[in-house]
């Protein structure tokens, strides 16, 4: 079975920074975008960050740019996402997921907690 496990995740206070991390188990997600999403309590989950196989292509949702920024390290088969001056409003889990075709995610994992107190 395929799925991505993500980590990092936290309680932490509005200005303050986390860095989430994403890896494939049971298949590397080296060969594949990775997109990392959001959900927030009681809405739906959103588009975050985006990046393509070989990291030379990202794109950052407006409501984050300029504070998120997304990465990867092949080698380590991990995704990143960077999150800095964190504000209450990015409190959600957080998940990633593989791009299996354009627009379409898979392997999702089961998230990881952020939230972030004023």
């Known amino acids: 079975q395929v799925y991505a496990v993500e980590s990092g995740g936290g309680l932490v206070h509005a200005g303050d920074s986390l860095r989430l991390s994403c890896t494939g188990s049971?298949?590397?997600?080296?060969?594949?975008?990775t997109g990392w999403f959001r959900q927030a309590p009681g809405k739906a989950r959103e588009f975050v960050a985006f990046?393509?196989?070989?990291?030379?292509?990202?794109s950052i949702d407006g409501s984050v740019k300029g504070r998120f920024a997304i990465s990867r390290d092949n080698a380590k088969n991990t995704v990143y996402l960077q999150m800095n001056d964190l504000k209450p409003e990015d409190t959600g889990v957080y998940s990633c997921?593989?791009?299996?075709?354009?627009?379409?995610?898979?392997?999702w994992g089961q998230g990881t907690q952020v939230t972030v107190s004023s």
């Open positions: 049971g298949r590397t997600f080296t060969n594949y975008g």
């Open positions: 997921a593989a791009e299996l075709q354009i627009g379409r995610f898979g392997y």
């Open positions: 990046i393509n196989w070989d990291g030379d292509i990202t």
